[in-house]
Each structure stands twice: as structure tokens, then as C-alpha cells.
């Protein structure tokens, strides 16, 4: 027994040593910002056309195809989403908005637009985790999940990752116990999403399968959601990529029914 207890601490020693001799490693808040900034706030603005393929256990493909606009309030604070569908014809003009609030005072702000109803429906905080559209990503994906609301951790470094064990503070509110998150130590753009259960089992991954440099912001271009537990998947193909082209005040209920023309043309 009190050989077995020396181990342990000569174990846990050793992986705290590594951490601490391991050069360039910031600490764990310097890498959840800088994260945060490369995986969601890109120059101040920004357009893309997202191709979506859903497919099932059995194989079965649906798509989506839609415009997202983002514009940054502040850099690293509150920013606004527009997501405007344009296929298939059952979800044509429906509109997801969403206005982020970065304190974590109070929850973000969401709101759907179903056009053939022509309702405006604000989806509940407790309705952020659920499917977006039909698909393995969830509401609160689209806008990332806010950084103030878990207990971070650096669980490993090795020579081209960061990897961060992310704690919810408020674990009723939430369907995992926690997640691990890969990140890019050069570009610090985040690669691979790990969720596990409370029975510490691995049940659904994000994963960033491709990055190209765009307009000189490191950006993804295509990312993969896996649900372990159904089979299904989600994927995600961003073109046409813009940034810094002047989106105005359009985040508003007003602009639900009223689509600008950033998502038209």
C-alpha cells in the first residue's frame, strides 16, 4: 500500500513536472482566450455560405444550405450571428439570430424565424443545447459556447497541441461532465471537441478537418460532428469566406422577416 501511494505521487510529480519544464506554455486563461479569439472572432466581420449534409445510422443524407453573417461588438466580448436558409425549400427564408453576451450575466439571446408560420419563436437558455435543425450541432455551437461558464484545466501538452479539460461550473444545466479540447499551439485555433457523460464515456466529437488561411485569418473550412451513441454525423462545409466587409445594424427582430441584402446577393 505505501509503495503503491509513492508511485502515485512520483506519477502525479512527473506530469506536473513536464508541464512546468515544457517551454512557451501559457498559462491555462492565456490559451482559453486566445482559442476563443481564433475559433470565433476573425476580423471584425464576416460572411460564408455553409453546405450542410446530416447523415443518419442508416446512411440516409439530408442538407441544408445557408448564408451566416457574424459581426464582433468587441473583440473577445458580445457579437451578433444572422444564419439565413436557403435550401431545401421546407426551411427557404427561415432565420436563426443570436445575440451574444460575452459577460456571462445573462444568458445570449436566440431567436427563430419560421416563415411559412411567419413566427418569430426566442429559443429558452435551457434549449441551447438541443439540435440545430436536425443536425448533430447543437444551437449553442453555431456562437460557441461561452468561456466563463466552465473551469479549465491543462490536461496534456505534447509538441503540436494544447489539450484543456473543460469543467462546467453549473453541471445541472448541461448533458456532459466534460470536454477535452485540442488546440493548435501555433495557431491556436481549436482542432478536435471531446464530450464525455457522467459515466466518463466519450459520446460525441467536433472535429475541425480542414483550416486554410484566409485573408491572412487562419479559418475552418470544413468540420465534422460525430454522435457515438446514434452514428449519425453532421458536416460542415464553409465557402466563400469574407471578412471585414462592413456589416451594418441588421441583428435585430426587425431584420427576421426583412433578410439584408449581405444574405440575398
Given at each position: 500500500m505505501k509503495k503503491s501511494i509513492i508511485i502515485i505521487i512520483e506519477v502525479l510529480t512527473l506530469s506536473c513536472y513536464s508541464f512546468a519544464a515544457e517551454p512557451n506554455v501559457p498559462p491555462?486563461?492565456?490559451?482559453?482566450?486566445?482559442?476563443?479569439?481564433?475559433?470565433?472572432?476573425?476580423?471584425?466581420?464576416g460572411r460564408a455560405k455553409v453546405t450542410m449534409t446530416i447523415t443518419d445510422k442508416k446512411g440516409d443524407v439530408r442538407n441544408r444550405e445557408f448564408v451566416i453573417l457574424r459581426k464582433d461588438i468587441t473583440d473577445g466580448g458580445d457579437q451578433n450571428y444572422y444564419?439565413?436558409?436557403?435550401?431545401?425549400?421546407?426551411?427557404?427564408?427561415?432565420?436563426?439570430?443570436?445575440n451574444k453576451h460575452a459577460s456571462g450575466n445573462v444568458d445570449?439571446?436566440?431567436?427563430?424565424?419560421?416563415?411559412?408560420?411567419?413566427?418569430?419563436?426566442?429559443?429558452?437558455?435551457?434549449?441551447?443545447?438541443?439540435?440545430?435543425?436536425?443536425?448533430?450541432?447543437?444551437?449553442e455551437d453555431v456562437s460557441g459556447r461561452n468561456p466563463v461558464e466552465d473551469n479549465h484545466?491543462?490536461?496534456?501538452?505534447?509538441?503540436?497541441?494544447?489539450?484543456?479539460?473543460?469543467?462546467?461550473?453549473?453541471?445541472?444545466?448541461?448533458?456532459?461532465?466534460?470536454?477535452?479540447?485540442?488546440?493548435?499551439?501555433?495557431?491556436?485555433?481549436?482542432?478536435?471537441?471531446?464530450?464525455?457523460?457522467?459515466?466518463?464515456?466519450?459520446?460525441?466529437?467536433?472535429?475541425s478537418l480542414e483550416v486554410k488561411e484566409i485573408s491572412g485569418f487562419p479559418t475552418v473550412t470544413k468540420a465534422k460532428v460525430s454522435e457515438l451513441n446514434t452514428g449519425s454525423t453532421t458536416l460542415m462545409e464553409f465557402g466563400g469566406v469574407q471578412y471585414n466587409i462592413g456589416i451594418g445594424d441588421i441583428f435585430t427582430e426587425r431584420y427576421l422577416r426583412k433578410p439584408p441584402t449581405q444574405v440575398r446577393r
Open positions: 491555462v486563461g492565456e490559451i482559453v482566450a486566445k482559442a476563443n479569439l481564433a475559433a470565433y472572432y476573425q476580423a471584425d466581420d444564419v439565413y436558409f436557403l435550401r431545401p425549400a421546407d426551411v427557404y427564408r427561415m432565420v436563426f439570430m443570436v445570449d439571446d436566440r431567436w427563430l424565424y419560421m416563415p411559412a408560420l411567419d413566427l418569430v419563436r426566442r429559443i429558452a437558455a435551457g434549449d441551447k443545447r438541443t439540435s440545430f435543425v436536425g443536425s448533430d450541432f447543437l444551437y484545466e491543462i490536461a496534456d501538452v505534447n509538441q503540436s497541441m494544447f489539450v484543456l479539460k473543460n469543467i462546467p461550473k453549473k453541471p445541472e444545466t448541461v448533458e456532459f461532465s466534460y470536454y477535452l479540447v485540442y488546440i493548435d499551439r501555433k495557431t491556436y485555433m481549436p482542432m478536435k471537441m471531446e464530450y464525455f457523460d457522467r459515466q466518463n464515456k466519450l459520446y460525441r466529437t467536433i472535429d
